[in-house]
């Protein structure tokens, strides 16, 4: 028996998955197959293993899955076929076929005009969310949505204790943020960007683009509410066990593994590394072997061994980063970074809005 698998990228908001389910009863109909099952890629269930469990308990030997996505992005190039790949492991004698994602169609260019003519004939209302001035852009962390007043004012008093000319309207908020978190003022002198890093770090992140860490505590502490607005993923791989297999037969550490395997998703990505120096100089290698090219690395190991030498290795590649000179840094010090760029960017793109 052959079945269908429509899969969709997931949402948090339960209510904006029922659009995926609406398709597959419609898919089924109109398709006249026995079995189609949605899928999610996260945030919503059944996700991609469940659902191929499913259809094998319902004696499929054959899936034909769909990718109902527009765009040929990391989910449809990366996350989909590593899905696929471990579904085959798990059941050898299951044939997945991969139907195309939905791309450039003359149909889907029908339905755009559509949408369009209903506006313009008034059939629909359209609301347009206030978003911020495009002056507040210097002041970033005085808008920050639900901030605490208590943050605010902590804000307000670094401010008064930093000279902020040092600093352009983009990488204000990273120092600021620094110290904040670290109640260390020394973050003002010691913080490097180089390479256009922000400008490379916002516009990934508006392409949606994965963020890979070193520890999970890096994982933990980035704002999965901010970064899912614009459809990326954190990948942590320390504690999968084949890195941790891989870790003990090549008398390495689990960071450094972690690394290794992450190098499939690197590309085009952020890697935020604020725990291990032997993660930071393993992806150094990679990239200097043309392995991997991610498009930011904030890289922030603390320490007394190799921290300090590692991050001055990261500060000679012709690649976007940004450190900490010197043995400080740390998983929080990254988290920091990984946050102020999120907000950075969702104040860009407010303020673009605006324009």
Known sequence: MTAVLVLGHGSPVSKANNT????????????????????????????????????????????????????MGSHVTKDLPFEIETAKKKYPNLEIFLAPHLGYHEKLVDVAVERIEQVRSQKIEVKISQV?????????????????????????????QIDESRFDATKLPIVKRLIHTTADFEYADLVRFGNNAIEAGIDAILKGTDIITDVRMIEAGISKERLNKFGGNIRCFVSDEDVIEQAKKYNITRTSAAMRKAAGFMDGSIVAIGNAPTALLELIKMIKEEKVRPCLVIGVPVGFVDAEQSKEELMKLALPYISIKGKKGGSTVAVAIVNALLMITEANLQVTSCK
Request: glycine fraction near 4%; aromatic fraction near 12%; avoid cysteine.
């Open 20 to 71: 995926l389910l609406e398709i597959a009863r419609a898919v089924k109909i109109k398709g006249g197959y026995d079995i189609v099952q949605p899928a999610f890629l996260q945030f919503e269930h059944p996700d991609f293993h469940e659902a191929v469990d499913i259809l094998v308990k319902q004696g499929a030997m054959k899936i034909i899955v769909h990718p109902y996505f527009l765009y």
């Open 132 to 160: 911020f001035p495009a002056s507040h852009i210097s002041h970033l962390t005085s808008h920050i949505a639900n901030q605490h007043p208590i943050e605010a004012e902590s804000f307000r008093l670094i401010g008064e």
